[in-house]
């Protein structure tokens, strides 16, 4: 049974701002002359304006918003909103992100006016209370300067515009150095965003010091440093940041996730997932790039050899089973799946996904976001996907055996499974799953196979040739000859085209591990992992390593992007 809402003047009571008389006399004279309780309060001189919409704020769990307060003016985008709703209605846009329209607005009961504003701006509304007066000060002084200002200021605007474009186009060892104006931080914001679009980068990190806030790209999965913003900024660039991604930029005490879609250029719109951590020095933010077409590149440009592709192919058209894909954080691991997904995404098939959070939206898919702080969790998802007659379906990843049980179970009554689990290699997943206490004899059953990878980068086709010595450290680490890299081996360069790195892109390397019965015998009586490893490289498993080696001897990569990516032994 949904719990009642606490009453305004019980509130206010409780807040010492009101007293039970008082508020009896209040409710008499409310309805003698048919006004609202808190106004009446005000009316009376009981209390204030402000104590009013704090308690409405409170009954109704919505965010109150001092518009008093120091820096509230730079949270006020009034471009969001046409200028005569704002003046008619007394409203005041904040943000704008993931289809819904933070508003400041004094009345949380006239639902008429949200479901009018829904309509006419083409979005959902998510309320933010302040006092009216206070609201129709801040229109009538703060906007109405501001847009003295923005007259001002577009005077200059071509003059500005070419000093973010100089400053942002700097070499790395410089800094970008600019006032800390509004228009030139959006526009240095929205220069970065472009920038790291442009460079391939899958991350833009923000991180905060004592003297300077470094701005780093990670492009092809290794962290390059763009720039060092000058301190003074920091605080103008982090609230853009975060007002551009729905966060509360005035919580800057715990961390915050976000969400950022922007259009780079007319057919190109691109989605950022943003997470805001609190650190020493200030918050810390990064921002993963998210691109639609990055898990629709097709399985034979993932970097399967023909051999393990052809077996890939198979294992994903089995009528059910568990298929993990296995490695740590950044592996490409939901590239790889959603790859195998579209590929099954054909209207006879029903999928279903559990995800935390979704990052691709799929049409034709039913995608499940996972919200722990509601018990919409795993598990939950889990036991209604069971309930809607799937033929396939994903789980973002198996955290612990209530999820692995609900897994195998599904597998076990004719479900074809995909999953992703933290282990180094294929082998360890039998282990792990015995060590979340899932019974050895699902295990065996239930698992179809385990496809263990890692994200290696490719060499840059401008500027690759052949190594004339290669360097027998990281030859011996992958198990090859000097006679065997003779004439084949190439090394990394360095060109324009791949910023000096001698990289350009990412592909994949894989370890295979077919389940066999030796292996589900081995799994059954919960045998150590080498017996594991040994048994599935004697049914035909090629290591990371192994075939990170291929790849060598195909000149797409280097043997100690190898030895870097597979952790060999040796490797310092």
């Excluded at 200002?149 to 070499?171: F, G, M, P, T």
């Excluded at 048994?535 to 035909?540: H, P």
Aim: aromatic content about 4%; overall charge positive; some cysteine.
């Amino acid at each position: 049974m949904a719990r009642s809402r606490k009453k305004l003047g019980d509130i206010l009571i409780g807040w010492g701002a009101a007293q039970p008389a008082q508020l009896d006399e209040a409710v008499a004279k409310a309805k003698t002359a048919n006004k609202r309780i808190g106004e009446m309060l005000v009316e009376m001189g009981v209390t204030t304006e402000e104590m009013v919409s704090k308690a409405l704020a409170n009954q109704f769990g919505i965010e109150y918003v001092d518009l008093s307060a120091n820096g509230i003016a730079t949270q006020i985008n009034a471009k969001l909103v046409p200028e005569d709703l704002i003046k008619k209605h007394g409203i005041l846009p904040m943000s704008k992100a993931n289809g819904r329209l933070t508003l400041i607005m004094s009345d949380p009961l006239n639902i008429e006016l949200q479901d009018m504003l829904r309509f006419r701006l083409n979005t959902e509304i998510e309320p933010r209370l302040a006092p009216k007066s206070q609201i129709r000060k801040f229109i009538d002084t703060k906007l109405t300067q501001a847009k003295e200002v923005a007259a001002n200021e577009s005077l200059v605007s071509s003059s500005i515009d070419k000093s973010v474009d100089r400053s942002v186009d700097r070499s790395v060892d410089k800094s970008i150095d600019i006032t800390g104006e509004d228009a030139p931080i959006v526009r240095l914001v929205n220069r970065i965003l472009t920038e790291a679009v442009k460079m391939r980068a899958s991350d833009i990190h923000i991180e905060p010091f004592g003297d300077r806030v470094r701005l780093r790209y990670r492009v092809d999965g290794v962290c390059m440093l763009r720039d060092n913003l000058p301190k003074r900024m920091q605080n103008a660039v982090l609230s853009r940041m975060k007002l551009m991604s729905g966060m509360n930029i005035a919580e800057k005490r715990i961390p915050q996730d976000g969400r950022i879609k922007l259009q780079i250029d007319p057919t190109n719109a691109i989605d950022f997932r943003v997470s805001a951590c609190p650190a020493y020095h200030g918050e810390s933010i990064v921002l993963r790039i998210l691109r639609a077409d990055a898990v629709r590149i097709g399985l034979v440009n993932l970097g399967f050899e023909e051999d393990n592709l052809a077996v890939f192919n198979k294992i994903i058209r089995r009528p059910n089973g568990i298929f993990l894909v296995t490695g740590p954080t950044g592996s490409g691991k939901t590239t790889t799946l959603y790859s195998a997904l579209d590929v099954l995404n054909r209207p006879d098939k029903k999928i279903i996904t559990a995800e935390d959070p979704i990052e691709y939206n799929f049409r034709g898919i039913n995608q499940c976001q996972v919200r722990e702080k509601i018990g919409f969790g795993f598990g939950v998802i889990l036991r209604t996907m069971l309930r809607q007659a799937p033929n396939i379906i994903l789980v973002g990843e198996i955290r612990d055996r209530e999820v692995a049980d609900i897994a195998i179970q599904a597998a076990l009554t004719g479900h074809l499974v995909f999953s992703t689990l933290h282990t180094n290699d294929a082998p360890s997943a039998i282990t792990r799953l015995t060590d979340m206490g899932v019974k050895p004899f699902l295990v065996a059953s239930a698992i179809q196979a385990v496809m263990a990878q890692r994200l290696m980068r490719v060499l840059c086709k401008e500027c690759k040739r052949p190594d004339p010595d290669p360097d027998p450290k990281y030859l011996k680490l992958i198990g090859m000859s000097r006679e065997e890299a003779m004439g084949v081996a190439h090394e990394a360069v360095g060109c324009d085209a791949c910023n000096r790195t001698g990289y350009r892109g990412r592909k994949a390397i894989f370890e295979m591990m077919l389940m066999n019965s030796a292996i589900r015998d081995l799994a059954f009586s919960q045998a150590p992992l080498v017996k594991i490893r040994q048994a599935a490289i004697d049914n035909g498993m090629r290591t990371l390593v192994q075939d990170g080696k291929l790849k060598v001897l195909r000149a797409v990569t280097t043997a100690e992007e190898v030895a870097r990516m597979t952790q060999v032994e040796g490797l310092d």
